[in-house]
């Protein structure tokens, strides 16, 4: 199928946002592949992000972060998504926005908190009270989030196909993204 993107349309976020499931539906849609950051910096290093963390710490995976972002983003246009801190250095921002596009998938406390409360896996909730520490990296990331150039509201009635729906039809009304002739409606709704 030929790249219905001109430019790798990159998902932020918090944890449980959903850039993950939502960037899968998305690039099904659009026909083009889809990374996940935090997939390739396991597969390069060769071990669970919470190994990371563990072994060398938390700078040390953010560097390895910021060296898988700017490899994936010089190659062909893709759905990306990054992991809840990527977002965060302004060295990852610039090397977004000079290769592709951020789209902020911006979910409510309330809901990133039940998609989050059961998993094992998140390193930095891994805290005496996690709900605390995802509400103070919330408040504290949100204004950072904010930067990216795009919005797109995730709703807790919506499904997974729904808000992959509202970020193809959101990327519909910006330039420079889609190729001109892409189909937002009916046959991208699979
Ligand atoms: C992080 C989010 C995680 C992962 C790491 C750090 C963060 O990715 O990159 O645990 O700083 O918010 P998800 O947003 O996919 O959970």
Redesign the pocket.
């Known amino acids: 199928m030929p790249h219905e993107l001109k430019k790798t349309v990159v998902l932020v976020?918090?944890?449980?946002?959903g850039?993950?499931a939502v960037g899968t539906v998305l690039a099904r849609k659009l026909g083009v592949d889809f990374v996940d950051?935090?997939d390739e910096i396991q597969k390069a290093a060769n071990r669970s992000?919470a190994e990371i963390?563990k072994e060398n710490g938390e700078a040390f995976?953010r560097e390895k972060?910021t060296r898988v972002l700017e490899r994936l983003l010089a190659g062909p246009p893709c759905i990306l998504?990054?992991?809840?801190?990527?977002f965060?250095s302004e060295r990852n921002r610039d090397l977004i926005a000079a290769q592709g596009v951020a789209v902020w998938l911006k979910a409510e406390l309330n809901l990133l908190w039940a998609r989050?409360r059961y998993r094992g896996t998140?390193?930095?909730l891994m805290t005496d009270n996690p709900f605390e520490t995802l509400k103070s990296?919330y408040d504290a990331r949100g204004p950072v989030y904010a930067l990216a150039p795009i919005h797109v509201q995730v709703f807790s009635n919506y499904s997974i196909d729904d808000t992959a729906q509202a970020v193809l039809e959101t990327l519909g009304t910006h330039p420079g993204i889609l190729a001109d002739d892409t189909e937002i409606t009916s046959h991208a709704r699979s």
């Open positions: 976020g918090m944890m449980g946002a850039k993950t950051q935090d992000i963390f995976f972060e998504s990054t992991g809840g801190g990527a965060l989050v998140r390193p930095l990296l």
